[in-house]
T-cell receptor, first 116, second 113 residues
Framework: GAGVSQSPSNKVTEKGKDVELRCDPI?????LYWYRQSLGQGLEFLIY????????KSGLPSDRFSAERTGGSVSTLTIQRTQQEDSAVYLC??????????????FGPGTRLTVL | GQNIDQPTEMTATEGAIVQINCTYQ??????LFWYQQHAGEAPTFLSY????GLEEKGRFSSFLSRSKGYSYLLLKELQMKDSASYLC??????????????FGTGTKLQVIP
């Protein structure tokens, strides 16, 4: 079956421009997570959605970052006025969230963002 | 993952056994995940523990002690392909009734001949 997909796979942008990253979760998965991973570093939690609501936005690094999810499916992560320190791989994951043992997160391939 | 602590790096020899430890916060704890991440790739699921004890899956086993806030991942008969980062993640229930999974920064394991 189809896994989590993300687009674009690579994005090169100039400092100060806005970018939009897209995540298509596995069909039927109600939970969706965004992470950021800089080169050689661990996963940095950004935000997660349960359905269309975002109970935890604590990981968003600044007000330049925002995310939305409509229809309980596709999510977009927007970074405004990009800075060089925003360069990283942005990973999306989804999970079923239907019971105590079903929170396995399935990751997409990521979007590699490079800000020049 | 400010609530999760695991070693940054480990080195082990091909064919040997290695244990990767992880400690986590116990408040609201509902389960512990281990993921494997090869360089340049997305993480993939290895195991999930919610009850105390050891769960074995082939060469990989995962252990949990809820009272101690402690888990470990045990890798036996190490192979060169096991060189990867191993991420510990805990599942915590918050005051709003939501379950949140938080990842540690990972342990980079290097397997040497």
């Amino acid at each position: 079956g189809a896994g989590v997909s993300q687009s674009p796979s690579n994005k090169v942008t100039e400092k100060g421009k806005d970018v939009e990253l897209r995540c298509d979760p596995i069909s039927g998965h109600t939970a969706l997570y965004w992470y950021r991973q800089s080169l050689g570093q661990g996963l940095e939690f950004l935000i997660y959605f349960q359905g269309n609501s975002a109970p935890d936005k604590s990981g968003l690094p600044s007000d330049r970052f925002s995310a939305e999810r409509t229809g309980g499916s596709v999510s977009t992560l927007t970074i405004q006025r990009t800075q060089q320190e925003d360069s990283a791989v942005y990973l999306c994951a989804s999970s079923v969230r239907a019971g105590p043992s079903t929170d396995t997160q399935y990751f997409g391939p990521g979007t590699r963002l490079t800000v020049l | 993952g400010q609530n999760i602590d695991q070693p940054t790096e480990m080195t082990a020899t091909e064919g040997a056994i290695v244990q990767i430890n992880c400690t986590y916060q116990t408040s609201g704890f509902n389960g512990l995940f281990w993921y494997q991440q090869h360089a340049g790739e997305a993480p993939t699921f290895l195991s999930y523990n919610v009850l105390d004890g050891l769960e074995e899956k082939g060469r990989f086993s995962s252990f949990l002690s809820r009272s101690k806030g402690y888990s470990y991942l045990l890798l036996k008969e190490l192979q060169m392909k096991d060189s990867a980062s191993y991420l510990c993640a805990d599942r915590i229930g918050d005051s709003g009734g939501y379950q949140k999974v938080t990842f540690g920064t990972g342990t980079k394991l290097q397997v040497i001949p």
